[in-house]
């Protein structure tokens, strides 16, 4: 049995200029970029020269990284690469992170849409990155591309969190019970509350992080990062449902801060 870990969260970086070695028509290698579009994809038209990178201008602090809905396989892998030049994320660049498994090849999901990510080792402040696909067979294609910093809290949520759903559609039944329908999307939906937030934590990280995303911000939460089979199910990426804010507890310089998640994913 293996050990739960804390959940962690991440602010999409803005991924900057873009190129691709290969794209399909009407399916642009921006569209990683656009993390409120849920129904656009990169997608490339073949199974050579899937790779992507990007300029984001400035030197970004970089220790995650997440590919999302991808039409990944057991053999899929992803190479992340970042750098300060297109050179060096084109050839030997300061961090490498090999080609690594992209999904745990006992998953399988109806839709063949598979969350992956990546924790860095180490902080790396870089302006450049860059993305390799291999052992792919046919197009690949993908939601979105996650690169932040991860926020993680010291201590655990409270034991009453709650995995649920969002249903954007409604259902009304007139008086002979003949149903009208309006349909819509079902997110998913975690809530939970950390309770034990340290001041130093919270002025560090999650008041630049509500206060950034308010509730129109992407964030990126994996419940439980530990990679086992249920960790796809445990990952979310939307806005918050419940807009954050820390409330004083009986502990001097400690805060509860209550988290719903509403996820595009």
Known sequence: MTDLRKPLFVIPHDLGAMAA???ATGYAVENLNRHK???????????????????????????????????AQAG???????GDSQAEVDGTADYDSGAVAL???????????????????????KRWWRIDIGGHTGPFEASHLVL????QPSRFYNLDFEYGVKDLGGMEWTRFGVP?????????????????????????DFRPMMEALGKRGVVYCCFDPEATIYRQARTYMGVFGKLPFARGVRKPRTFSMDF??????
């Open 21 to 23: 070695g290969d794209v």
């Open 37 to 71: 579009a849920i129904g656009l994809t990169w997608r490339t038209a073949s199974d050579t020269s899937i790779w992507a990178r990007g300029d984001m201008s400035t030197a970004k602090a970089i220790d995650f990284c997440s590919i999302v809905s991808a039409n």
């Open 76 to 82: 899929t892998t992803i190479r992340l690469r970042l």
């Open 103 to 125: 999904i745990n090849p006992s998953i399988t999901r109806a839709d063949g849409l598979y969350h992956s990510h990546l924790e860095l080792p180490s902080l790396q402040t």
């Open 148 to 151: 932040g910093e991860r926020i």
């Open 180 to 204: 009208n329908e309006d349909e819509g999307v079902v997110f998913r939906s975690i809530t939970f509350t950390l309770a034990w937030i340290t001041e130093a934590e919270f002025e560090a």
């Open 260 to 265: 719903q998640i509403d996820s595009f994913i």
